[in-house]
C-alpha cells in the first residue's frame, strides 16, 4: 500500500502517526508532503521539527512534480488542512476519478453554525465536500463537533470517523506513576496550564481566577503557567494586584519536551479553552501523564477523550463558576486526582494512541481499496463519528 500524507506542516503532534503508519506498511510506502512554512510563533513554542532526520518527508515546493503524481498514483492520499489550491485541486480531481481519499479536518463553522445559510460559502462547500457524497472520499473528524459541522450541509453522509492529533504516547508503570505524582508534604497539588496566551480563545485568566479563588478558601496548591502572548502584561499585573506570587509562577514558553515533564509531575491539568480550539492535543498529552483533566465543553478533543466525572471533568462551555467548582473538588479530594489520573492514563494507553490510530486507519484503507467491508469500532479512533450538537452542557 502506497499511502501519501499531504498536510500545512510536520509537527510533533503528527510525528508518532506518521511513524506509527510506517511500521505497518513499511518505511518505502508513506510519504509526509509539507506545503507551507510553520508559522513563526508556533517556531518560537517549540514546535520547530528537525526535518532532515526525516526520511520520508518531502517540502512541496521543492516536490511539485513527485506530490502531484502521487496524489494522483498512490493508493491512499490523507489530506489535512492546507492553503495550497494547487495540491487541493488535485485531491480534488483524485476523488472525481474514484479513487480513494481520506479527508482530515477541524470544524469549518467553529464560529457559529449560521454561517451556513451563506450562498456563497455553500457554493464553496459543495465543490470541495458535498459533491463527494458518492465517491470514495471519507472524512476523518479531528474534534468531536465536526461532523456536526459537515452534516448541518449533507457532506459524508455515513463517512465520517472519529479521529484527532496523536502526540507521542509514553508508557508508565505503576510504580513510575505513583511516583510523579507523589505529593511533597501530602497535601499540596500542583495544577498546570500550558499554551498561548490568546484573548477569547484560550482563557489563561480562568487559571489566575482559580488561584485566587482557591487561595481565599486557604486551599494549599501551587500553579504553573506555561505560555506567553497578547495577554501577558494583563495577566502578570492580575497576580501582582491579587498578592498571588507565592501560588503561581510564570515561565513562558518552554519546549514540549519540557512541558511534558511538568505534566508528569503535575496532578491537576486545566484545559481552558473554548469552540475556537479545534482539537487541543494537550489534552492528550495531560492525560498520558495520569493528570486528572479539567477542561471546557467546548474545544474539539474533550467530548471524544473525557468521560465526565470518569477520567477528568469537564466544565460548562465559558461558565467560570462551573470550572471554578470542579477545580475545587478536585484539590479537595486527592482520591479524585489520583482515580481521573490512572483511568485518563488509561485511556490514551488503551484506546487514543497512535498505534492504535494507525492500525485501524490502515485496515480501514485496505477494507476500502478492496471492496470489502470494514468492521468499525464501537469507540475510539476510526469508530462512527456522533451528530454531537455544539455547546453541549455536560452538567444536564
Given amino acids: ?26 518505511d518505502e510506502n508513506f510519504i509526509f508532503v509539507q506545503t507551507q512554512p510553520m508559522e513563526e510563533e508556533r517556531v518560537r513554542m517549540g514546535w520547530g521539527v528537525d526535518v532532515s532526520s526525516l526520511t520520508y518527508l518531502k517540502i512541496y515546493d521543492n516536490d511539485k512534480i513527485f506530490t502531484l503524481n502521487a ?11 492546507t492553503e495550497n489550491d494547487e495540491v487541493r485541486e488535485a485531491c480534488l480531481k483524485r476523488a472525481d476519478s474514484g479513487k480513494l481519499l481520506l479527508r482530515m479536518s477541524e470544524r469549518i463553522y ?29 472524512m476523518l473528524c479531528n474534534g468531536a463537533y465536526v ?19 496523536f502526540p507521542e504516547y509514553r508508557e508508565y508503570t505503576k510504580e513510575q506513576m505513583r511516583n510523579m505524582k507523589r505529593m511533597e508534604d501530602n497535601k499540596t497539588p500542583r495544577i498546570l496550564w500550558a499554551g498561548r496566551f490568546m484573548d477569547g480563545v484560550k482563557h489563561p485568566e480562568f487559571a489566575l481566577e482559580l488561584a485566587a479563588y482557591l487561595k481565599e478558601k486557604n486551599y494549599s496548591f501551587h500553579i504553573d503557567v506555561v ?18 506570587t507565592d501560588v503561581v509562577t510564570f515561565h513562558g514558553f518552554l519546549p514540549p ?20 480550539e479545534g482539537w487541543g492535543a494537550v489534552v492528550n498529552e495531560a492525560m498520558n501523564a495520569g493528570c486528572a483533566v479539567v477542561a471546557g465543553s467546548m474545544a474539539g478533543a474533550v467530548p471524544y477523550l ?12 465559558e461558565d467560570l463558576q462551573s470550572f471554578l467548582n470542579k477545580a475545587e473538588d478536585l484539590v479537595r479530594h486527592p482520591s479524585k486526582q489520583q482515580k481521573f489520573g490512572n483511568n485518563a492514563y488509561n485511556t490514551i494507553k488503551d484506546l487514543w494512541n497512535s498505534n492504535i490510530a494507525a492500525r485501524r486507519l490502515i485496515d480501514f484503507c485496505t477494507a476500502m481499496l478492496k471492496d470489502k467491508e470494514y468492521i468499525v469500532p464501537n469507540d475510539g479512533p476510526m469508530s462512527y463519528a456522533p451528530i454531537i450538537k455544539p455547546y453541549i452542557n455536560p452538567e444536564k
Avoid at 519536551?257 to 475556537?276: C, G, P
Fill in 110 to 138: 467553529r464560529e457559529g453554525q449560521w454561517k451556513a445559510i451563506s450562498p456563497k460559502g455553500l457554493i464553496s462547500k459543495y465543490k470541495e465536500h458535498i459533491r463527494f457524497r458518492n465517491k470514495k472520499v471519507y
Fill in 306 to 317: 473525557i468521560k465526565d466525572g470518569e477520567n477528568g471533568y469537564i466544565y460548562n462551555a
Fill in 1 to 26: 500500500m502506497k499511502f501519501l500524507f499531504v498536510s500545512n506542516y510536520i509537527n510533533h503532534h503528527q510525528i508518532p502517526l506518521c511513524e506509527a503508519i510506517m511500521r505497518i506498511i513499511g
Fill in 147 to 165: 461532523a456536526s459541522d459537515f452534516a448541518l450541509i449533507g457532506a459524508y453522509p455515513n463517512k465520517m470517523f472519529r479521529w484527532g492529533y
Fill in 71 to 81: 496524489i494522483n498514483d498512490f493508493d491512499v492520499v490523507m489530506l489535512g488542512w
Fill in 257 to 276: 519536551s519540557r512541558v511534558r515533564q511538568m505534566m508528569e509531575d503535575a496532578h491537576i491539568y486545566l484545559f481552558t479553552s473554548n469552540n475556537l
Fill in 227 to 244: 505560555g506567553d502572548g497578547e495577554m501577558g502584561d494583563d495577566l502578570h499585573y492580575y497576580v501582582d494586584e491579587n498578592r498571588l
